[in-house]
């Protein structure tokens, strides 16, 4: 009995070691013990750090730069008097007096008909007037010394005018086989020759009047209140690189385009060198308005947020030397390649981000301005590609604008003013000049204006509205 309780407390005593070496051998490891900043500091404790840095982004100042306020439309060239030369009644040529793209002047007879008939005509009427003068003139004699009536008189008298009225008929017939050119201009190609018989209303030569050419072209409804008589527009011609004419719009017409909703405008050109021809091609830029202080910022710094974009300035921060984001509304208005004018919401001088708007999770954010060193036009982006934010506000910016009322046509840059330099930016982009910035005037001439009067301006002076019962010269 003895022995079977002792093998008892060895059992019981054995599966008490058992248990103590399997809980020891299970035990977790205790982490080593760092002493205050040291290498082992706990992960949440460097998380907490990173969190507290500067968040790194690009930005650049406001600057000021020359915007054309502009639209761009395609229109078509015409001849500011055209006309094709009919005969009004039908007869044989007997004479051509001009050659295939003469210059010809206005009176000048160009083509003569068979005349035979018409001056025979003339020639009897011219003798019947004689006789018919001759009797009146007697019968007055007769009258006076009371041998004749009153009545004999009277016949005399309407005989005579029946005689002035045959003549006038012949002379008319006769004229109206000379045809003349009606205005100074250039001929075209007649298809007739000498010995032809016309009909009445056949053709026989254009004449264009080509000193001043007519560009008609078409701007959409919207524009109807920027475009005014007077205003100029720059045309270009596929057909003749390199040079840009200036066009003064004339006239506007006063109904619009149900079709295309547009209204339809018509310029004009001096065109004494003759370069320009009716049916052309012609590129139109017309000039609204222009500024020469605009307050623009690229494309990159827009942020777009439904109808109300916002750009992300950066300003001074509470402790000395830091800087913070703060989000700024702004109103847009035109346009340049890479470049968006700002109305309201910024001056001149203030830092936006362009670049890592993304990371800036909420208003007053630490940043750090980094430089990426400077490009050849003097811009704050690097050659490097931009994060996807900065490709997201670019390619968001121009419908931002559009929403907010704030883009209107395409603008031109001219030329601008330095901007002025920020401690804030390490990297102060230079001024923008107009070669930095993409525009298709910027590598045209303009035509020099020739001396002498304008002939655009002439047309446009004989066309003013004058005074009530009167009409305009045509």
């Not at 490891?29 to 760092?34: D, G, K, S, Y």
């Not at 001929?187 to 009047?209: M, Q, T, W």
């Not at 547009?262 to 004494?272: K, M, P």
């Amino acid at each position: 009995m003895a022995s079977k309780n002792k093998y008892l407390v060895f059992a019981v005593i054995g599966i008490a070691a058992a248990s103590g070496a399997a809980w020891w051998l299970q035990k977790p490891a205790q982490p080593p013990q760092r002493s205050e900043g040291g290498a082992g500091t706990p992960a949440g404790g460097g998380a907490a750090a990173g969190a507290g840095r500067p968040v790194a982004v690009e930005a650049v100042t406001v600057r000021k730069m020359a915007l054309r306020d502009d639209a761009e439309a395609v229109g078509s060239l015409k001849s500011r008097q055209s006309v094709m030369l009919r005969p009004e009644v039908g007869g044989r040529i007997t004479q051509l007096n001009f050659h295939d793209g003469q210059r010809v002047r206005r009176g000048q007879v160009l083509v003569q008909l068979d005349d035979q008939l018409p001056r025979a005509q003339i020639q009897q009427s011219q003798a019947e007037l004689s006789i018919a003068q001759a009797n009146h003139k007697r019968n007055q004699e007769l009258v006076a010394q009371g041998f004749i009536s009153q009545r004999s008189v009277d016949e005399s008298a309407a005989n005579l005018e029946v005689a002035q009225a045959k003549l006038a008929l012949a002379q008319a017939t006769a004229q109206r086989l000379k045809i003349v050119a009606p205005f100074d201009g250039i001929a075209g190609i007649r298809g007739v020759n000498v010995g032809d018989y016309l009909k009445d209303g056949a053709d026989i030569v254009n004449i264009e009047d080509l000193d001043a050419v007519y560009v008609d072209f078409r701007l959409p409804e919207r524009l109807q209140s920027k475009v005014r008589p007077g205003q100029t527009a720059q045309v270009t011609f596929d057909a003749l690189p390199g040079v840009r004419y200036a066009a003064l719009v004339q006239a506007i017409s006063p109904q619009i385009d149900a079709d295309g909703r547009a209204i339809a405008v018509r310029g004009c050109i001096d065109n004494r060198r003759l370069q320009l021809r009716p049916g052309m091609f012609a590129r139109v830029t017309t000039v609204f308005s222009e500024r020469s202080d605009a307050r623009v910022v690229p494309e990159e710094a827009i942020v777009p947020d439904g109808s109300s974009p916002y750009v992300l300035k950066v300003v001074e921060g509470k402790e000395p030397g830091s800087k913070v984001t703060r989000r700024t509304p702004v109103q847009l208005g035109v346009r340049s390649p890479g470049w968006v004018e700002v109305l309201d919401g910024l001056s001149a001088g203030d830092l936006v981000v362009t670049a890592g708007q993304q990371r800036i999770r909420k208003d007053g954010t630490e940043v750090r301005v980094v430089e990426l060193g400077k490009q050849g036009n003097g811009g704050a982006a690097a050659s490097a590609a931009r994060p996807a934010s900065g490709a997201a506000g670019a390619a968001g910016a121009a419908g931002a604008a559009g929403a907010a009322g704030g883009v209107g046509p395409k603008a031109a840059a001219v030329a601008d003013a330095p901007a002025p330099s920020t401690s804030a930016a390490p990297a102060s982009p230079s001024p923008v000049t107009a070669s930095s910035v993409p525009s298709a005037m910027a590598v045209r001439s303009e035509a020099q204006p020739l001396p002498g009067p304008n002939p655009c301006q002439l047309a446009g002076s004989s066309t003013r509205s004058t005074a009530p019962g009167h009409r305009a010269p045509v």
